[in-house]
Every structure is written in C-alpha cells, then in structure tokens.
C-alpha cells in the first residue's frame, strides 16, 4: 500500500524558514504526482505545490511563488517543501497526498488517491 508521512511543521517567526518532509512509501513506480495542500482554521483547503515524480516538473500557487520549493529525492522516496520568507497568512494544517499518473503536468483540480497526515505550520507576526 501507499503510504505518505508528512513532516517538518512547527512554529515560526515572520520572515523564518521551515522545511517540510513527506516521505513516501510502496509507490511502485514514478507514475506519481505528489501534492502539498494546505488549509487554514475555517478556510478551504488549497493546492500549495505539486511535483511530477518521473520528469521533476513542478508547479507552485501564485502566492507561494518566490518563496517556496518543491523537490523530490527519489533514493530516498521523499519530496520536499522548503519554506522561506515565511508570512502569518502561511499558518495552516499541510497535507501531503499523491495521485497515479502519466501525464507530464501535475497542476490541476483532482481527486487524489492517497492522503498523508497533516503537519502543523504556524507562523507568527
């Protein structure tokens, strides 16, 4: 089975950094996207960022962009979120997730075929 552990959260000053971790395990091949959403208290949650396993294509939310990194180590089945000039408006619950495909791109409204647990960021003014 899939499984996906998210990792990294805690809290943080305006301005500071953190590093998010999902470390993915029993994805039988790189015909997977994976997908950082996040959701704030009374909030819908968002798409954050997603990267393409096989190829390494990314996309980032508009409001991330500048900011934030997507990447993936393959050896170590773990793709990465790296957070830097931190805003109180990035304070949300973030969640991993993956979805099978083939396809080149990973942006998009989709159903997502597993989900990881969330991970706390809170960042402060």
């Known amino acids: 089975d899939v499984q996906l552990q998210a990792s990294g959260g805690g809290l943080v000053q305006a301005g500071g950094s953190l590093r998010l971790s999902c470390a993915t395990s029993?994805?039988?091949?790189?015909?997977?996207?994976i997908y950082w959403f996040r959701q704030a208290p009374g909030k819908e949650r968002e798409l954050v960022s997603c990267i393409t396993l096989s190829e390494g294509s990314t996309y980032l939310v508009e409001s991330v962009k500048g900011r934030f990194t997507i990447s993936s180590d393959n050896a170590e089945n773990t793709v990465y979120l790296q957070m830097d000039s931190l805003k109180p408006e990035d304070t949300a619950v973030y969640y991993c997730?993956?979805?099978?495909?083939?396809?080149?791109?990973?942006?998009?409204?989709?159903?997502?075929?597993?989900w990881g647990k969330g991970t706390q960021v809170t960042v402060s003014s």
């Open positions: 997730a993956a979805r099978f495909s083939v396809s080149s791109r990973c942006s998009g409204h989709y159903d997502m075929d597993i």
């Open positions: 029993g994805i039988p091949s790189n015909d997977w996207h």
